[in-house]
């Protein structure tokens, strides 16, 4: 820069920048890209689910199919997640401060990079969250698991009634040929710990304990002995039809939350790639000056 002298010399003053000796990654634009992201991510996850509850129905009427259900949320959540992060890799090349000593193809590699990067930290981010979330729920959960185990033991040590893991082995024991009538809670506790024994093998009640439970249901209920083997097979029934409709609810979460796991990593590759190209196309526009006068005029 020349300065003229009050001699009418001219001197010429050399400034040397430090911008050449900066590092390439403008951590300002990547934190304005997360930024933008997550916050597009909020708003319309939140839209999301307010447009989802609309088509739950508590009403004795059937709402939405829940396979339908779970292709839109599962369609909703890909396309927020692709294009929060298109949005803040673009928010981020289009920021990002420019190192003249790079040709185009080295400068548009440096945006993309800055888009991965706003990729990567808007992960850790949304991971952290999950992370805080579920470990609020988890203990919540465990305090009322506590409450209940403490008050389930004040309970079982006032009946003076310890759960023991054998009890059903020791009703066989004492087990008569004549059955006892009258008050049936024992009898009642008993049938439950032959149902229980059951569902720990394969849900089949024992031929000997359908006996005893026909005989103990006939002489407390007056039914014959039939109708009283009768009533005994379909209890038996209906316990192993409960029995494999939680056999087959555990499947499907299991199924489900495999979907889920390769879903949400597919999604984030192809974010990864959305980021990276809307990164490098913010850094072009940036270079070239465009403005999108029909949208960012001022008013």
């Known amino acids: 820069m020349a300065i003229d002298a009050p001699g009418g010399i001219?001197?010429?003053?050399?400034?040397?920048?430090?911008?050449?000796?900066?590092?390439?990654?403008?951590?300002?634009?990547?934190?304005?890209?997360?930024?933008?992201?997550?916050?597009?991510?909020?708003?319309?996850?939140?839209?999301?689910?307010?447009?989802g509850l609309n088509f739950l129905d508590f009403n004795s009427r059937e709402g939405a199919p829940a396979i339908l259900i779970g292709i839109g949320a599962a369609s909703w959540f890909l396309w927020v997640q692709i294009s929060s992060f298109m949005a803040g890799g673009y928010l981020a090349?289009?920021?990002?401060?420019?190192?003249?000593?790079?040709?185009?193809?080295e400068s548009d590699v440096r945006d993309g990079a800055h888009g991965l990067?706003?990729?990567?930290?808007?992960?850790?981010?949304?991971?952290?969250?999950?992370?805080?979330?579920?470990?609020?729920?988890?203990?919540?959960a465990g305090s009322a698991v506590a409450t209940a185990t403490v008050a389930a033991s004040n309970a079982a040590d006032e009946a003076g009634n310890v759960v023991d893991p054998n009890a059903y082995f020791v009703d066989t024991l004492f087990r008569t040929e004549t059955p006892a009538t009258g008050d049936t809670t024992l009898v009642r506790d008993e049938a439950g710990r032959i149902f229980a024994q059951a569902a720990l093998g394969d849900g089949t009640v024992a031929a000997e304990d359908r006996t005893y439970l026909a005989n103990v249901v006939a002489a407390n209920t007056g039914?014959?002995?039939?109708e009283a083997q009768a009533r005994v097979d379909q209890v038996s029934a209906n316990v192993e039809a409960a029995r494999q409709q939680a056999i087959e609810a555990a499947r499907i979460a299991r199924n489900t939350a495999i979907i889920a796991a390769?879903?949400?990593?597919?999604?984030?590759?192809?974010?990864?790639?959305?980021a990276y190209w809307a990164a490098q196309k913010g850094g072009n526009h940036r270079d070239k000056n465009t403005v999108f006068a029909d949208v960012f005029r001022r008013f």
């Open 223 to 226: 039914l014959t002995p039939e």
């Open 262 to 274: 390769f879903l949400i990593a597919a999604s984030s590759l192809v974010s990864a790639i959305g």
């Open 10 to 51: 001219a001197v010429v003053e050399t400034q040397t920048s430090t911008r050449e000796n900066a590092s390439y990654v403008d951590w300002a634009a990547i934190f304005a890209g997360i930024v933008f992201a997550s916050a597009i991510s909020l708003v319309l996850i939140s839209f999301g689910s307010a447009v």
């Open 117 to 140: 990067l706003v990729w990567g930290g808007a992960l850790i981010v949304g991971a952290v969250l999950a992370v805080g979330g579920i470990g609020a729920f988890a203990n919540a």
């Open 93 to 105: 090349g289009r920021l990002r401060r420019r190192h003249f000593d790079a040709n185009e193809d």
